[in-house]
């Protein structure tokens, strides 16, 4: 299994996503691509500001990619993040697996992103017209 | 025996610092290091039962011993994604 995982101060693009996970031994790529919202709990966001403590992340990142390719047969696995503000509507994580079937493409992605959410230290802050807030964890 | 601390998100706001330096006494531990540094920063109090702590950037318990020129980082409730 190849794996490339990064935090991106930089929008991502989907193309690049595709292309490092595209695999002549996979039948099955799936892509999830979590995206920023514009509303929360009735009030409107304009931005939302990634943190992450760096190199842990990467390191969860790894784990959990090492670790999805033990519980499937994966090809290639691709975990970016974003950090710093993000537009609302843009992308602020990317998750790609290429498996050898769609089965085991589409279970791996979800487990990804779930663990993701539970062990990367990353935090994401509100920004709103009138004020900011930290969202307060595992609700996404 | 001194550890570096470093805060991230709503912890590095309450305390308002992104990193600092504990003097742990001869031994200490993840529960004792938590004391002291509530001790320092009061505002971190309310947060000490939500908050996860990594050493060397591997998640800890209360009663992981610490190491001289340990980082130590405390990990509030995550929400990336």
Known sequence: MQENVALSA?????????????????????????????????????????????????????ELAAEASGKWRLRKVTIVHRTG?????????????????????FEACR???????????????????????WVDGFTG | MTVRVRLFANLREAAGTAECEVETGSAGDVGRLLDLLCADYPMLMPHRNYLRVAVNRVYARPETLLHEGDEVALIPPTSGG
């Open chain 1, 85 to 105: 503000r993000v537009a609302v509507g843009d992308i602020s994580v990317a998750i790609a697996v290429a498996a050898v079937h769609r089965a085991e493409a």
């Open chain 1, 10 to 62: 930089v929008p991502i693009q989907l193309s690049g996503i595709f292309e490092s996970v595209r695999d002549p031994g996979a039948g099955g790529i799936d892509i999830f691509l979590g995206t920023t919202r514009k509303t929360s709990g009735g009030k409107e966001v304009i931005a939302l500001e990634y943190e992450a403590y760096e190199p842990m992340a990467l390191q969860k990142f790894h």
């Open chain 1, 111 to 133: 487990w990804l992103i779930d663990g993701l959410k539970k062990y990367a230290p990353i935090w994401k802050k509100e920004l709103y017209r009138d004020g900011s807030e």
